[in-house]
């Protein structure tokens, strides 16, 4: 009986059914669509933050950038002697590299990662060196040719030679890339274990202190360096043992080079000193106690969770994460009680219609509960109807949104590393007042549906439905027979 | 039997106190045909929704059989109802959507049947009212007499010791009414209901065996 009837109310008032399935499905559509967008974005972010921070990284331990000096002003200094370079054909060629500490980020004592592995409740700790290598090459004329033309004016100067454009002219060019000094032991966390190698080998225990180099993928192809070449950091020659890759496909790794260690120390003269530790603690629950902890063993330096660490994310990923979680949320929620509303209305209205019907029912002994059973079942298949569509409606919407893809640009500040971006033939970058460095990717929106999503959404109607239907069913419990009855009548 | 004891009652209509019955003291036997007349707004109804227990008294006691309905709880009368009451209204108050045969059902939705033990008797019930081959037909198909058959129908299928009719013929052509009369009639004499029915139909409460009058509230019996 209860099945005949709810059948037979729903068609009979279809265009009813229709509004409120509509209303719901709209709703659920957007929850859908918007959490599947949020879990992209997410998903997005965290990938962005992998590339540079390494997998299982909860916490970051650094230290903030001083404020600049007097005379720090100053990018690096390269210094030549009179004899330095090689002469050809009246042109001097020239070429210098240094090795320093990454940009906007500072170094502090080694003895740090000590302290932090001494935290309670922290698994894994690795420390790095973020440094930069700036070369500067050039060509010049030879001067001592130049001066060669005579005195006191009475002999007419010969005109200038040699040089880069063969009349006395220079060029140089300034290039940059980063280093990070990673220790080779290998542990659970740090930059490279977000990284793959897709050419030649890890580094090994037996690599400290070598000149060994492994390479970003992106950046050996820019460099055109493989396995087995050599290449200048430093100034000094490193054979290169390694390619890595980012494992997120659209992300490069966190530098685009990685070097033992101690040998970054003893290059950079930064003997001792790390720029970046890379915490993991035992569990989730734990981080909020390890960062607290961590604070106060080392008060002066920044101690950032992977939720700090999200918010470093910019460029329109950061935008498309705000978007959905305020307009997106905002608007889902403003859909779904307008959905609820409209479903509660309807029903209350169709429970004031129906009053002789429920007056008769209740006249020949069906009682309250039958009634209200009655009414909140035709709710709630209403709210199940539009729950079911809406849930269709929401994955044709993130089909759409995976197909059509849209890649967003995403950069994550870092004290840690310096992105690609200082390769081959890029300009120079700064001196020690530059902004924060960042590291940015193209990163392509993929919106993932879960089950927990979809059961969510489930939820959310036949709550709809439910809560339409207990407050219909409600009002046409309290119509007293008698008065249902005489109130037609 | 139907026992009342000095029954009022009264209700606030449009912020003053309306009496609809007044210290009422009546017994109506089992089995008795009985047509309650009176002027509109005498408490014809006030008094049909008491016996039907729909209405409780202001004061006073309602009894049927051992049952004492002024006290009741909701669901025990709403029990009540389902077993031994059984309503025909003015209006048919059929529910439009369902067929005559799913009409006839609703009254034994209360009674925990199979849904075979249900339809069978709903069935039967159409076939008592000569309305066997109309079970699949939805109110607005069917004519004012037959509708009021299907309502009889279902008040009946339920097999209850009393009948309430509230106008049962006042929206009925007069051959229709003899025709519903006559079958109600039947059924009071073929399954010993009380049968006990409001009309200002005089032609119809000649029919009873006992007439009773309503006026002011007041209760008097009709020769």
């Known amino acids: 009986m209860f099945g005949t009837y709810l059948v037979r109310e729903l068609s009979n008032r279809r265009k009813q059914t229709v509004i409120i399935a509509i209303g719901m499905a709209l709703a659920i559509a957007l929850v859908i669509v918007v959490n599947a967008v949020s879990a992209g974005v997410r998903n997005a972010q965290a990938s962005v933050l992998e590339s540079i921070y390494g997998v299982g990284t909860d916490i970051t331990v650094s230290q903030p950038a001083a404020a600049p000096g007097e005379g720090d002003m100053a990018g690096p200094r390269f210094e030549f002697g009179a004899d330095d370079g090689t002469t050809t054909d009246g042109t001097t060629e020239i070429s210098q590299s240094r090795l320093m500490a990454g940009f906007g980020s500072t170094t502090f004592d080694a003895s740090a990662l000590e302290t932090v592995l001494g935290v309670d409740n922290v698994a894994a700790a690795t420390a790095t060196l973020s440094l930069t290598n700036t070369s500067f090459s050039g060509e010049l004329p030879d001067f001592t040719q130049m ?43 740090g930059p490279l274990t977000a990284a793959t190698l897709s050419d030649g080998r890890a580094f090994t225990a037996d690599d400290a202190g070598t000149n060994v180099v492994i390479l970003d993928e992106s950046y050996a192809t820019s460099a055109e360096l493989a396995v087995g070449d050599t290449t200048d950091i430093g100034g000094e020659d490193f054979e290169v043992i390694g390619i890595v890759s980012s494992t997120s496909a659209d992300a490069t790794t966190a530098s685009n080079t990685y070097i033992p260690l101690d040998t970054a120390q003893a290059l950079a003269d930064l003997d001792g000193q790390v720029s970046t530790i890379y915490v993991q603690a035992t569990s989730a629950d734990a981080i909020t106690q390890v960062q607290s902890d961590l604070e106060e063993a080392l008060p002066d330096a920044t101690v950032n969770t992977q939720a700090d660490l999200a918010s470093s994310v910019s460029g329109s990923l950061s935008t498309a994460g705000d978007l959905i979680s305020s307009l997106g949320t905002w608007l889902s929620v403003i859909v779904l009680a307008a959905a609820f509303l409209i479903a509660i209305l309807f029903t209350i209205s169709g429970v004031a219609r129906r009053t002789r019907e429920f007056g008769t029912l209740k006249a020949i002994g069906w009682t309250n509960g039958r009634i209200v059973g009655q009414v909140a079942g035709e709710s709630l298949v209403q709210g ?97 027979p008698a008065e249902a009855l005489r109130s037609v009548a | 039997m139907y026992l009342l004891k000095n029954v009022t009652k009264s209700y606030d209509q449009s912020k003053r106190r309306v009496t609809a019955l007044s210290d009422v003291t009546l017994e109506i036997p089992t089995g008795q045909m009985v047509a309650i007349q009176g002027p509109t707004g005498g408490g014809k109804s006030t008094l049909l929704q008491m016996l039907g227990a729909l209405e409780r008294p202001t004061s006073g006691t309602v009894s049927l059989g051992d049952a004492e309905l002024s006290s009741m709880a909701d669901a025990r009368l709403a029990g009540i109802r389902a077993k031994e009451i059984g309503f025909v209204f003015q209006g048919f108050n059929l529910i439009p959507t369902l067929t005559a045969q799913e ?19 709903a069935r039967k019930a159409l076939e008592s009212v000569g309305l ?45 009414r003899d025709e519903i009369m006559e079958l109600l009639e039947g059924l009071w004499r073929d399954q010993g209901l009380t049968l006990i029915l409001v009309t200002h139909d005089s032609a119809v409460a000649k029919r009873a065996q006992r007439r009773l009058h309503i006026k002011q509230g007041k209760v008097t019996e009709k020769k």
């Open chain 2, 103 to 121: 009409n006839v059902e609703t009254a034994l939705a209360p009674m925990r049947l199979s849904a075979t033990e249900r339809a069978s008797r």
């Open chain 1, 384 to 480: 199940a109807i539009g729950g079911v569509i809406g849930v269709a409606v929401g994955l044709l919407g993130v089909l759409v949104v995976n197909r059509v893809a849209p890649t967003l640009s995403a950069g994550a500040a870092s004290t840690a590393a310096v992105g690609p971006g200082g390769g081959p033939g890029g300009g120079f970058v700064g001196g020690p007042m530059a902004e924060q460095a960042s590291a940015t990717s193209e990163v392509t929106l993929q919106a993932p549906i879960t089950l927990p999503i979809i059961l969510i959404a489930v939820g959310l109607a036949i709550v709809g439905g439910l809560l339409a239907g207990a407050i219909g069913g409600w009002r046409a419990a309290r119509l007293r």
């Open chain 1, 147 to 189: 001066q060669g033309g005579g005195e006191g004016g009475d002999v007419m100067q010969a005109p200038p030679t040699g040089g880069a454009d063969g009349a006395g002219g220079s060029a140089f060019d300034v290039n940059s890339f980063t280093v990070e000094g990673v220790d080779v032991a290998g542990t659970a966390v």
């Open chain 2, 132 to 176: 066997g081959d109309r079970g699949n037909h939805r109110p607005a198909e069917l004519s004012g007499g037959q509708q009021q058959r299907v309502a009889i129908a279902r008040a009946i299928v339920k097999n209850p010791a009393v009948l309430l009719a509230d106008e049962p013929t006042g929206n009925l052509d007069e051959e229709t």
